[in-house]
């Protein structure tokens, strides 16, 4: 296994990009992506037991954040009251940065995102930004997208 695939990657080395439905990059600038891959278990409750001795699987849906800066084009590209319900589905890469070893190599892929919410934060002494939630229904680790392999050997 390579040694990429075994260090901590800091926070500054990686970038979000969000793609829309025709492949056009629309957001590739943030200071922040959470994301949880969320899977639904449903207890299987029995006469005559006390307890729960079984579960079974439900669906697996995912669910997550970005924060990133109040920039017109991004703010512009976002769904709105007029086109909500036709916006998406969106992609999203989690990427090594330009400028840092491995740039452009995938940590994971979102497929069939959604934008469910988008804020924005805004103070008198620093930059605004936009907070953005958003559901998926996919997550492909980087070695599991088409195509993409990480490097092999030592990368140090």
């Not at 990427?95 to 740039?103: I, R, S």
């Not at 994971?108 to 805004?122: D, E, K, L, P, R």
């Amino acid at each position: 296994m390579s040694e990429f695939l075994q260090r901590p990657h800091g926070g500054p080395g990686i970038q979000a990009i969000v793609y829309d439905a025709n492949g056009d990059k629309i957001l590739g600038r943030g200071s922040g992506f959470n994301w949880q891959d969320n899977f639904e278990y449903y207890p299987v409750p029995e006469w005559g037991v006390t307890g729960i001795n079984e579960y079974v699987a439900g669906k697996m849906t995912g669910s997550g954040n970005m924060n990133t800066f109040c920039i017109a084009s991004i703010n512009d590209a976002l769904p709105r009251r007029n086109n909500f319900v036709n916006a998406g589905p969106y992609m999203i890469q989690e990427v090594v940065a330009d400028g840092f070893q491995n740039a452009g190599t995938i940590i994971n892929q979102f497929n069939n995102v959604y934008i469910t919410a988008h804020g924005q934060n805004m103070n008198e002494t620093g930059l605004i930004t936009k907070n953005i939630t958003l559901l998926y229904s996919e997550r492909l680790p980087g070695e599991d997208v088409q195509g993409v392999s990480y490097p092999e050997g030592d990368d140090s």
